[in-house]
């Protein structure tokens, strides 16, 4: 597609129960980022992909939360067992890879705002 | 590690009056700097950029130059409008390393007509 494709738009689940949002990059996007906004907690990093290397997964906050990504394209996020303290709206971004100035801009998705009940 | 830092919002405004949001930034090396927008209800989305010392990004009226004497990247407009509301983000990506970049907080802009 033309632009990063989030879903779901809004995901509102009780605590405990487990969840997945999705991310389609651009197509040719090598690099891909989750990031989560929390209200006036700004962008923080939760992991990174590039290419077929092995995902940058120090942002992850805990055990409960990971992501895969098929095929160098679609990412799922998971986060088990969740908790109030997820609540936030989960952004994913890709960019053209990491070397060349494509590679320092990244297009973000609309985000998937998650509430936890 | 790399970090930034912007000013807190919200920032509120009439309109037609200048702006200026401050960014300032910690990283070894020259990282490229940023500025990006996120309009209400969107999705973050680039505002403009600068990739070495002394360069100046620009782009629908916002400007911002890259200062390494005193690490900063301050956002600047000479006359605001009610569209400009939204959040603006300052971000740093670094030279080498890490290639994924740091985001400041973000600062609120409202502009009153």
């Known amino acids: 597609g033309a632009g990063v494709s989030q879903s779901p738009s809004n995901k509102v689940t009780e605590k405990g129960k487990d969840v997945e949002l999705r991310c389609d990059p651009i197509?040719?996007?090598?690099?891909l980022y989750w990031y989560r906004q929390s209200l006036g907690q700004g962008l923080e990093f939760l992991i990174y992909?590039?290419?077929?290397?092995?995902?940058?997964k120090s942002g992850l906050p805990s055990d409960r939360f990971s992501a895969e990504r098929t095929g160098g394209s679609v990412s799922t996020l998971t986060i088990q067992r969740t908790q109030q303290e997820d609540s936030a709206v989960y952004l994913c971004?890709?960019?053209?890879?990491?070397?060349?100035?494509?590679?320092?801009?990244?297009?973000f998705g609309a985000g998937s705002r998650l509430t936890v009940l | 590690g790399n970090s930034v830092t912007q000013m807190e919002g919200p920032v509120t405004l009439s309109e037609e009056a200048f702006l200026t949001i401050n960014c300032t930034y910690t990283?070894?090396?020259?990282?490229?700097l940023f500025w990006y927008v996120q309009y209400p209800g969107e999705g973050l989305q680039l505002l403009l950029k600068?990739?070495?010392?002394?360069d100046k990004g620009s782009n629908k009226g916002f400007e911002a130059t890259y200062r390494k004497e005193t690490t900063s990247f301050h956002l600047e407009k000479g006359s605001v409008q009610v569209s400009d509301s939204a959040v603006y983000f300052c971000?740093?990506?670094?030279?080498?390393?890490?290639?994924?970049?740091?985001f400041g907080r973000g600062t609120s802009l409202i502009v009153h007509p």
């Open positions: 971000a740093l990506r670094g030279a080498g390393g890490s290639y994924i970049p740091t």
């Open positions: 992909f590039q290419g077929n290397s092995a995902p940058d």
């Open positions: 971004a890709s960019s053209l890879g990491v070397g060349g100035s494509g590679a320092n801009v990244l297009t």
């Open positions: 990283a070894t090396g020259y990282p490229s």
């Open positions: 600068a990739t070495k010392a002394d």
């Open positions: 197509s040719g996007h090598t690099a």
